[in-house]
């Protein structure tokens, strides 16, 4: 499989909240994705953030969406996932459809 922004996002979107039960892209996590070429694998390197400062489910996601990419397969190669809270994490950022699950109108 070759390795995409299209494939990282769709492994990413896999990973659920656990406690909200929205993954990570739809909730608006994910802040930004690389791709590298390094000796015929990819690398991933993720910035993504939490809800709030303090989450308790962040190691969870954390490990959870670096499982996922590298589940995408022989190709991927490094996977880095840096957790960032700024700017912070606002609701806007969620889809729409991330907002008609919650109730957010």
């Known amino acids: 499989m070759h390795i995409t922004q299209d494939s ?7 990973v659920e909240d656990p406690e909200l039960f ?12 690389n791709l590298a070429e390094n000796g015929g694998k990819w690398d991933v390197s993720i910035k993504m ?8 489910a962040g190691p969870e996601l ?7 990419i590298r589940d995408l397969g022989e190709q991927v190669g490094d996977v880095k996932v ?4 700024n700017p912070p994490w606002t609701p806007d950022r969620m889809t729409d ?5 919650l109730g957010i109108f």
Request: glycine share 4%; proline share 5%.
């Open 62 to 68: 954390v490990a959870n969406a670096k499982e996922a």
């Open 8 to 14: 990282v996002y769709a492994a990413l979107r896999q």
């Open 97 to 101: 459809e991330a907002r008609d699950e």
């Open 82 to 85: 840096e957790v960032v809270l």
């Open 22 to 33: 929205i993954n990570i892209v739809d909730l608006g996590l994910i802040y930004e994705t």
């Open 49 to 56: 953030t939490m809800t709030s400062p303090g989450c308790p």
